[in-house]
Structure formats: structure tokens, C-alpha cells
């Protein structure tokens, strides 16, 4: 293990967990941080980005469930942002921008950052090249304080530097911004239950944090007002079976592979909100 120290709490006493996927994983004994340490190869994670990355979402010609599968939930969280204007809005890591249309529809003028050149294109489609950056967001070329909300839903878990991350998203908000989280919970009722067999321990996800370890890391990076509950995403079964598949768990593959051979088409396309073991945070800039 490197010896950089804790990017939440700066503790130095980590514990091994487990090894997975050829990788080691600790856990900070101070505030619970959990973290691949080292970290992946850019090789290694450049396998597992790209166009193929984003074909896990979707399932072969039913792109426009998936499509309002993923609306739904982004629109019950940008909703449920306290105070946010309704003015400009950054997401980070927008993949193919979904949360964008959204945004829009309710409001916003929306704005992205997406590190694949396949992502920012279909952005720059939709909503024209001076509304995506293609890149990481600290060479992002907005100008400071010219946004209201930053989001970053399924986003913080895969950068290097959190804490750089995060400095950067406030330099761009605007006094009295806010940011917006959804990431995987340590402290969620699925890692307690599933361990080491966790969904979200994936290579790509490079950190895991916990309420205590969010907030920690928020206020080193300048933050303040922090807030959090559990995240609910919105799904169906057949998307749940694809994903499933896609990433294999021990017990519920076989129970999500079982599912849709015997249950019939319209139970298993019916949307419902679920609790995926995820934290839904706002912080003030």
C-alpha cells in the first residue's frame, strides 16, 4: 500500500479488506474511507471506459426505457436539491447527457463534463460544443462562479484526487451554489449485507465513502451545510437482470437471471424506486 495519507480525515492507519479483481482495497480506521490502493493503471482503466461502458447501460433495442429509467431518477434528484437556483447547471461525468435533458426540461441552462470523446460528442449533438467539455473537470475552461449547481451523480467514486476534484467544482459555483452527490454508501444496508460481494466494488471506482468520510472531505475542500440521506433510483427488472449480467454478483445474478425467464414481459418493464445502497448529498459553496 501507498503511504499517502487519508484524503477525508488525513489518517495514516489503513486496513487491508479484501483483494479483488487483482487489487487491494483498505479501509481508513479513523473515518471508514475505503479506497484501491494503488490505484488502478490509466491502462487499466482505459479498458474499461469507452463506448462499450456506456452499452451497460442500455438494453439492445430498448434504449428509450433506459433512457426514462435514468430521467426519472435524475429528475427526483435535481428536485430535491434544497434551495438551487434555477440558473446554470454543471454536471460531471455526463456520459451521454441524460441529467442535461433533464435539467433542461425543468429549467436550467445545462452544462457538461465528460472525460470520452464518445460521451461529449453525443452532448455537443444535443446541446452544442460550448456546453460540453471534453476532459476532466479541472481543466475544465468554464469561467469561476458561473454556475448555481454542480452535480455529480456516479462521479466522485471514479477520480484520482476527491479533494482536488472537489475544489475545483467550488471555485466554479457561485456564492451561495450548491453541490450535488449520489455515491456508493459504506454505509448503506447492501455493503453491510453483501461485503467484499458488493455491486460497487468495481476497478472503475477508485473510492468509497461513507456519511462521515463525504462530509470530512467536503469541508476540507471548502464546503459547508452538508447534508445527506439514501439515494432512490428508479428501475425495472429487466434493466436489474441486464446489469446482473453485465456485472456479475454471487445469489443475485442467478435470482435476476431466474426472474425474467419466468416473470412476464410487462411486470418486468413496470419502473419502481429502489434504494441501490447509495448516499444522495447537497453541500453549500
Not at 475544489?167 to 447492501?190: N, Q
Not at 441486464?242 to 435470482?255: A, F, I, R, S, W
Request: proline share 5%; aromatic share 10%; net charge neutral.
Amino acid at each position: 500500500m501507498s503511504d499517502r495519507p487519508c484524503e477525508a480525515c488525513s489518517g495514516s492507519r489503513f486496513a487491508k479488506i479484501f483483494t479483488k479483481l487483482e487489487h487491494d482495497f483498505y479501509r481508513c480506521s479513523e473515518c471508514g474511507l475505503e479506497r484501491i490502493d494503488p490505484q488502478p493503471s490509466d491502462a487499466t482503466l482505459a479498458a474499461i471506459y469507452g463506448k462499450h461502458y456506456y452499452d451497460a447501460w442500455g438494453l439492445h433495442g430498448q434504449e428509450e426505457i433506459v433512457r426514462g429509467l435514468k430521467k426519472s431518477t435524475f429528475r427526483r434528484n435535481l428536485e430535491g436539491i434544497p434551495g438551487a437556483k434555477r440558473g446554470k447547471l454543471l454536471d460531471c461525468g455526463a456520459a451521454t447527457g441524460f441529467l442535461m435533458e433533464v435539467a433542461a426540461e425543468i429549467g436550467f441552462d445545462a452544462y457538461g463534463v465528460e472525460l470520452s470523446e464518445y460521451g461529449a460528442g453525443e452532448i455537443a449533438k444535443r446541446f452544442g460544443r460550448d456546453h460540453v467539455f471534453q476532459g476532466e473537470i479541472e481543466q475544465a475552461t468554464f469561467a469561476p462562479g458561473s454556475f448555481d449547481v454542480v452535480t455529480m451523480y456516479d462521479y466522485l467514486e471514479h477520480v484520482r484526487d476527491p479533494e482536488r476534484v472537489l475544489r475545483r467544482a467550488r471555485e466554479l459555483l457561485a456564492p451561495g451554489g450548491v453541490l450535488s452527490i449520489t455515491t456508493p454508501s459504506t454505509g448503506s444496508f447492501t455493503h453491510h449485507v453483501m461485503g467484499r460481494h458488493w455491486s460497487h466494488y468495481k476497478l472503475e471506482h477508485l473510492y468509497y465513502f461513507g456519511p462521515d468520510s463525504l462530509a470530512r472531505l467536503l469541508e476540507r475542500a471548502g464546503f459547508h451545510r452538508v447534508h445527506d440521506t439514501r439515494a432512490w433510483k428508479t428501475m425495472n427488472l429487466r434493466y436489474i437482470h441486464h446489469q446482473m449480467e453485465t456485472y456479475p454478483t454471487p445469489g443475485l445474478t442467478l435470482v435476476a437471471r431466474t426472474m425474467a425467464k419466468v416473470l412476464p414481459g410487462p411486470l418486468m418493464d413496470r419502473s419502481f424506486p429502489i434504494l441501490m445502497g447509495e448516499l444522495y448529498a447537497h453541500a453549500s459553496a
